[in-house]
């Protein structure tokens, strides 16, 4: 029953790794100061009344590129050396419906 923003002091909490804030009614922007968590892996705020950063001209311009991108096709070798061979490293979250990891093409 959590209500109201998100505080920029949340960003102080060092050690914060899976902070779950789902299904509130928090409100606001989320801050970007909980950019420098380093220990951040998952960060749930699904359903609830918040908005992320605006890019203004350039997020249509992020999305063409990323559907470009999608078309590809990509081997698992490729796969496996973006990731660093699927290292933990790498993981960025998993859930129901699989294990998502960041690669660098």
Known sequence: ??????PDSMSNIVGLEFPNLSYNNISGIIPKSLEKLQSLKYFN???NKLYGYRQG???PQQVDSLSTITRERISYY?????TDELSES????????????????
């Open 1 to 6: 029953m959590l209500h109201g923003a998100i």
């Open 45 to 47: 705020v699904s359903v």
């Open 57 to 59: 001209k350039r997020a």
């Open 78 to 82: 490729e796969l496996l050396l973006a």
């Open 90 to 105: 790498n993981l960025i979250g998993s859930g129901s419906f699989g294990t998502v990891y960041k690669g660098i093409l």
